[in-house]
């Protein structure tokens, strides 16, 4: 059954042809093993809560135990976040369950939650947790918040310090804040909340950081204030990031940023709005040097008299630059006078970076060729290890170090006769882990180029951070602590190697269910559901009411009548094991033809009619007389004199018969009048029957008959006068007139009258797609792109013949990616065109007739062509814009096309999603008829 069926059409067609490349950046966070046989769990989240670590592999969260051992405390979690004051997990089902030091925090009465419990809030399909206050989203698009309301950053409406319940997020009118899609927290006084088409602030306005044209030190707001300046962000993706009191916000390919302006001289002017860039700022990171006065510090904690210098690194365009004051030339602004030199223009320092992590001081980057690089201002070198071990790196990661804020260090400067005695505030260099492509796995905190030092760990697949803590999976799915030992007193390049052991990694795979909408021929939705082939599948179900009801699925499933369903769709494994669930909101609008319809209505004299018995728009009904060509049923017609065979249909829009009749009618019936008349010719009627000498006396007219012998006074009639006749009575209206004949007569000359009507042209022009960087994740198993675009459709041709306009789409094939069965990159997969679907809406009129010829609706690709939109026999002719948006839904698992000889890997079999660039071919057609 394909999505739509098309009809033959004329000759003319234009095609165009787009690529669509999609770009899958590495997050070392996935495993992948071919020859294992079973699927290993990778490991989601690490979690450090009250000085113990938590982990969340396989759906369920662990503690760790100090001797290595691992207790299982929760499962079917799908999201697990925290800080040290409260852990956060949410389930499956969309409830949640924390852990806190203080339940306030999570929306508890005041108290330790040393257990996981149940909160008092369902439905939830995201979590956020900054340090003491905890966000949730709902399915419906609505945010609730609970914990540290740090100058109204919940954004719940006051300013109470607490907030001890799970309270709305509101809007302008205290409200329930709508369609809220992502939260961000950036540090603790302000918040910002992105709902479909716009971006929110929270909290303390310091520096502008509101953006809404102000500035206020502790100016807090309670009630949503938008970011100005900022496009409509409907259909893009959206990524904040903070440094020091500067925000930046990626906005598809664009970048803005606010707050206190980097890019001003010595990083004093505020941008109150937020500004575009043209530079291409990615994640912009700071790195700030104090300077105190140590006697009042020890004294009273009085900080009136500290001062900062700042230094800006960021990645732009595969380039890592940086500003701001320079590492070397950063000064005592209190003992010397003026600042330090403040450079507001980004400098280039190293070129094909992939990645960079700041460590303090200076950062590392990785290249493209996976060589590590070290920069500190203008000192770039490269990194090779003791012996030139440090190669063909996969990955860099940092991880706090802890208690980094409170050291400092007493240094000494003089100003003439003058010493001035500071403590400077040291940002220690960070404890860095590097993960080769060979599984071997290095670390330094302290010196580069010669203090790397290797773990005891082999075959690391993936490094997950969380608080001071690093772990560490491997190919066979072991879970090891990697750490960095910390030393207040003594800091050493000493790192963990411990395994853990009761971790529950072994995987039951049971993909998301996809789901395929098909149409027949009376516009039911077929809805097919693929579950995917996973061996531990025991059950496959689903819904059409929301979940309320389950039912086994064995064939697609047929929708019927009028009606919306809330579709789900579910696998199940042994255990009570369930899938992520697949969701949709249906419309089903059909085709309904009443029972005995369509007919041919016979109302005698060859008057004949029809009645389609449906008023559906997506109908066309048609007539056709004697076996002709068939035509558009507009009205009533009138067949001539005679017997004729009458026959029409009902079909849908792509031309497939839906109902039909058929009858036999009769032409008008030949009326007496119809008989030629003789008097319609002027010789016709014999006129002389009409003249006075109808009358038998013929003295009517004295002169008509002379008689010599009678006199006129001896003629015994003197009363026969004129007037005494009956001639009078014929008027000279009795006389029938002759009817004039059309073709009585001889032609005296013709004339050819003739006019010339030009056509013009027949075109679409498709404005493309845009499309983000895609960053592979493991805890979501789908990720999804929109993208927002239009095609423009002309025809100026006068013929009104109409048109179809469709688009057909492969398959994503993925260049060659890496085959870690043999070491080589000759492993290409695919996403199946499914994954794609389309969103249509009303047309616009830009020239031409005002009508709308889009097909609404969302329609979700497969081999088939979908038709987007029509024009019936002569409309659509002029210029139209044609609105579409559509969604990429990403995959976690991938098909094999094709490997290299020897290969674990065999076509047609599914694995992990892979990195690297997918390609597919979308054919637009404009073919002219209907």
Same mark, same amino acid.
């Given at each position: 059954?394909?999505?739509?069926r098309?009809?033959?059409?004329?000759?003319?067609?234009?095609?165009?042809?787009?690529?669509?490349?999609?770009?899958?950046? %590495?997050?070392?966070?996935?495993?992948?093993?071919?020859d294992a046989?079973?699927?290993?769990a990778?490991?989601?989240?690490?979690?450090?809560?009250n000085?113990?670590?938590?982990?969340?592999i396989?759906?369920?969260v662990?503690k760790?135990?100090?001797?290595?051992?691992?207790?299982l405390?929760?499962?079917?979690?799908?999201?697990?976040?925290g800080?040290?004051?409260?852990?956060?997990?949410?389930?499956?089902?969309g409830?949640v369950?924390a852990?806190?030091?203080?339940?306030?925090?999570?929306g508890?009465p005041?108290?330790?939650?040393?257990?996981?419990?149940?909160?008092?809030?369902?439905?939830?399909?995201?979590i956020?947790?900054?340090?003491?206050s905890?966000?949730?989203?709902?399915?419906?698009?609505t945010?609730?918040?609970?914990?540290?309301n740090?100058?109204?950053?919940?954004?719940?409406?006051?300013?109470?310090?607490?907030i001890?319940?799970?309270?709305p997020?509101?809007d302008?009118?205290?409200?329930l804040?709508?369609?809220?899609?992502?939260f %961000?927290?950036?540090?603790?006084?302000i918040?910002?909340?992105?709902?479909?088409?716009?971006l @929110?602030?929270?909290?303390?306005?310091?520096?502008?950081?509101?953006?809404?044209t102000?500035?206020?030190?502790?100016g807090?707001t309670?009630?949503?204030v938008?970011?100005?300046?900022?496009?409509?962000?409907?259909g893009?993706?959206?990524?904040?990031?903070?440094?020091?009191?500067?925000?930046?916000?990626?906005i598809g390919?664009?970048?803005?940023y606010?707050g206190?302006?980097?890019f001003?001289?010595?990083?004093?002017?505020? &941008?109150?709005?937020?500004?575009k860039?043209?530079?291409?700022?990615?994640?912009?990171?700071?790195?700030?040097?104090?300077y105190?006065?140590?006697?009042k510090?020890?004294?009273?904690?009085?900080?009136?008299t500290?001062?900062?210098?700042?230094?800006?690194?960021?990645?732009?365009?595969g380039?890592?630059y940086?500003?701001g004051?320079?590492i070397?030339n950063?000064?005592?602004?209190?003992?010397?006078p003026?600042?330090? /030199?403040?450079?507001?223009?980004?400098?280039?320092?190293?070129?094909?970076?992939?990645? @960079?992590v700041?460590?303090?001081?200076?950062?590392?980057?990785?290249?493209t060729?996976?060589?590590?690089?070290?920069?500190?201002?203008?000192?770039?070198?490269?990194?090779?290890?003791?012996?030139g071990?440090?190669?063909?790196?996969k990955d860099?990661?940092?991880?706090?170090? &802890? %208690?980094?804020?409170?050291?400092?260090?007493?240094?000494?400067y003089?100003?003439?006769?003058?010493?001035?005695?500071m403590?400077?505030?040291?940002?220690?260099?960070l404890?860095?882990?590097i993960?080769k492509?060979?599984?071997d796995?290095?670390?330094?905190?302290?010196s580069?180029?010669s203090?790397e030092?290797?773990?005891?760990? +082999?075959?690391?697949?993936?490094?997950?951070?969380?608080? @001071?803590?690093?772990y560490?999976?491997?190919?066979?799915?072991?879970?090891?602590?990697?750490?960095y030992?910390?030393s207040?007193?003594?800091?050493?390049?000493?790192?963990k190697s411990?395994?853990?052991?009761?971790?529950?990694?072994v995987?039951?795979?049971?993909e998301?269910?996809?789901?395929t909408q098909?149409?027949?021929?009376?516009?039911?939705?077929?809805?097919?559901?693929?579950?995917?082939?996973?061996?531990?599948?025991t059950t496959?179900?689903?819904?059409?009411d929301?979940?309320?009801?389950?039912?086994?699925y064995?064939?697609?499933?047929?929708?019927?009548?009028?009606?919306?369903?809330?579709?789900?769709a !579910?696998?199940?494994?042994?255990?009570?094991?369930?899938?992520?669930?697949?969701?949709?909101?249906?419309?089903?609008?059909p085709?309904?033809?009443a029972?005995?319809?369509?007919?041919?209505?016979?109302a005698?004299?060859?008057?004949?009619?029809?009645e389609?018995?449906?008023?559906?728009p997506d109908v066309n009904?048609?007539?056709?007389?004697?076996?002709?060509?068939?035509?558009?049923?507009?009205?009533?017609v009138?067949?001539?004199?005679?017997?004729?065979?009458?026959?029409?249909?009902?079909?849908?829009?792509t031309?497939?018969?839906?109902?039909s009749?058929?009858?036999?009618?009769?032409?008008?019936? /030949?009326?007496?009048?119809?008989?030629?008349?003789?008097t319609?010719?002027?010789?016709?009627?014999?006129?002389?029957?009409?003249?006075p000498t109808? +009358? /038998?006396?013929?003295?009517?007219?004295?002169?008509?008959?002379?008689?010599p012998?009678?006199?006129?006074t001896?003629?015994?009639?003197?009363t026969?006068?004129?007037?005494?006749t009956?001639?009078?009575?014929?008027?000279?209206?009795a +006389?029938p007139?002759?009817t004039?004949?059309?073709?009585?007569?001889?032609?005296?000359?013709?004339?050819?009258i003739?006019?010339?009507?030009l056509?013009g042209?027949f075109?679409s022009?498709?404005?493309?797609l845009?499309l983000?960087?895609?960053?592979?994740?493991t805890?979501?198993?789908?990720?999804?792109i929109?993208s927002?675009?239009?095609s423009?459709?002309?025809?100026?041709?006068?013929?009104?013949?109409?048109?179809?306009?469709?688009?057909?789409?492969?398959? %994503?094939v993925?260049d060659p990616?890496?085959?870690?069965s043999?070491?080589?990159?000759?492993?290409?997969?695919?996403?199946p065109s499914?994954?794609?679907?389309?969103?249509?809406?009303?047309?616009?009129?830009?020239?031409?007739?005002d009508?709308?010829?889009?097909?609404?609706g969302?329609?979700?690709f497969?081999?088939?062509?979908?038709?987007?939109?029509?024009?019936?026999?002569?409309?659509?002719?002029? &210029?139209?814009?044609l609105?579409?948006?559509?969604?990429? !839904?990403?995959?976690?698992k991938?098909?094999?096309?094709?490997a290299g000889?020897?290969?674990?890997? &065999?076509?047609?079999?599914k694995?992990?999603?892979?990195v690297?660039t997918?390609?597919s071919?979308?054919t637009?057609?404009l073919?002219?008829?209907?």
């Open positions: 059954m394909s999505v739509v098309t009809k033959k059409m004329r000759s003319l067609h234009l095609l165009m042809i787009a690529i669509l490349v999609i770009s899958l950046a %590495f997050i070392p966070n996935h495993i992948e093993k071919a046989a079973t699927s290993i990778p490991l989601q989240s690490v979690v450090t809560y000085g113990a670590n938590y982990l969340l396989n759906s369920k662990y760790m135990e100090t001797t290595g051992q691992a207790t405390l929760l499962s079917d979690v799908d999201t697990f976040v800080s040290d004051d409260a852990a956060v997990a949410l389930k499956k089902d409830t369950w852990l806190a030091k203080d339940g306030q925090y999570v508890k005041t108290g330790a939650i040393s257990t996981f419990t149940q909160l008092a809030i369902a439905d939830v399909s995201n956020w947790v900054n340090n003491m905890v966000r949730y989203l709902k399915k419906d698009g945010l609730f918040a609970s914990g540290f740090t100058g109204g950053s919940l954004g719940v409406g006051n300013t109470n310090y607490w001890g319940y799970i309270a997020v509101i302008a009118s205290y409200g804040l709508q369609n809220v899609v992502d %961000f927290q950036l540090g603790n006084a918040s910002y909340v992105r709902t479909k088409d716009k @929110y602030a929270y909290g303390d306005n310091v520096r502008g950081l509101l953006g809404n102000s500035v206020a030190v502790n807090q309670v009630t949503p938008q970011v100005l300046g900022l496009p409509d962000l409907t893009k993706t959206a990524k904040l990031s903070y440094a020091s009191e500067t925000i930046v916000a990626q390919t664009e970048t803005y606010w206190r302006d980097p001003s001289a010595s990083y004093a002017t505020n &941008q109150t709005t937020a500004k860039t043209t530079l291409a700022v990615g994640e912009l990171n700071s790195y700030s040097v104090s105190i006065d140590p006697v510090y020890a004294s009273n904690k009085d900080m009136s500290a001062r900062e210098q700042f230094h800006f690194d960021s990645l732009m365009g380039a890592l940086n500003f004051v320079t070397a950063f000064k005592d602004p209190v003992a010397l003026g600042t330090s /030199p403040y450079t507001a223009t980004p400098v280039s320092r190293l070129t094909n970076v992939v990645k @960079y700041p460590v303090g001081e200076y950062s590392i980057a990785l290249k060729d996976k060589s590590l690089w070290y920069v500190r201002d203008a000192d770039v070198q490269k990194i090779n290890g003791p012996t071990e440090i190669n063909n790196v860099i990661v940092t991880a706090p170090l &802890q %208690f980094q804020s409170k050291r400092f260090s007493q240094e000494v003089s100003s003439g006769s003058t010493t001035s005695f403590w400077r505030a040291l940002s220690y260099q404890p860095m882990w993960l492509d060979n599984g796995l290095w670390a330094n905190a302290f580069m180029n203090g030092v290797k773990i005891p760990v +082999t075959g690391v697949q993936s490094l997950v951070q969380g608080g @001071y803590s690093m560490a999976q491997t190919d066979t799915g072991d879970v090891y602590d990697v750490s030992i910390y207040y007193s003594n800091p050493t390049n000493n790192y411990v395994k853990i052991t009761g971790l529950d990694t995987q039951v795979v049971l998301t269910p996809i789901l098909t149409l027949d021929k009376f516009n039911n939705h077929i809805l097919s559901v693929d579950y995917g082939s996973s061996a531990d599948i496959r179900e689903y819904s059409v929301g979940g309320t009801t389950w039912l086994l064995t064939a697609p499933v047929t929708l019927t009548g009028q009606t919306t369903v809330s579709f789900r !579910r696998s199940g494994a042994a255990g009570g094991i369930y899938s992520t669930l697949l969701e949709s909101t249906i419309v089903n609008d085709i309904i033809i029972a005995g319809y369509p007919r041919i209505v016979d005698g004299n060859g008057n004949v009619s029809v389609s018995g449906t008023t559906h009904v048609e007539i056709r007389i004697d076996g002709g060509s068939w035509q558009t049923y507009t009205g009533p009138v067949v001539p004199a005679g017997g004729h065979s009458v026959e029409t249909r009902v079909t849908n829009l031309g497939d018969v839906l109902g009749d058929s009858k036999a009618v009769n032409g008008p019936t /030949p009326a007496p009048t119809a008989t030629p008349i003789p319609v010719a002027p010789t016709a009627t014999p006129a002389p029957t009409v003249a109808a +009358t /038998p006396v013929p003295t009517v007219a004295p002169t008509a008959m002379p008689i012998t009678v006199t006129p001896a003629t015994s009639v003197p026969v006068t004129p007037t005494a009956s001639v009078p009575t014929v008027t000279p209206t +006389t007139q002759p004039i004949d059309p073709g009585w007569g001889s032609p005296i000359g013709s004339e050819d003739s006019f010339t009507v056509g042209g075109s022009q498709f404005n493309g845009l983000d960087t895609v960053t592979i994740g805890t979501n198993q789908y990720q999804v929109n927002v675009t239009n423009v459709i002309e025809d100026s041709r006068g013929t009104g013949a109409g048109w179809n306009y469709s688009l057909r789409i492969t398959d %994503f993925s990616v890496i085959d870690n043999l070491g080589t990159s000759n492993l290409v997969v695919k996403m499914t994954a794609l679907s389309v969103d249509v809406t009303d047309t616009t009129t830009l020239v031409g007739q009508m709308k010829l889009s097909l609404n969302t329609y979700v497969n081999s088939e062509p979908v038709v987007l939109a029509k024009a019936e026999a002569f409309q659509g002719m002029g &210029q139209y814009q609105p579409m948006s559509y969604m990429l !839904r990403i995959p976690d991938v098909e094999v096309v094709s000889s020897g290969s674990a890997y &065999q076509a047609g079999a694995t992990g999603l892979r690297g997918y390609r071919q979308f637009f057609t073919a002219s008829g209907i």
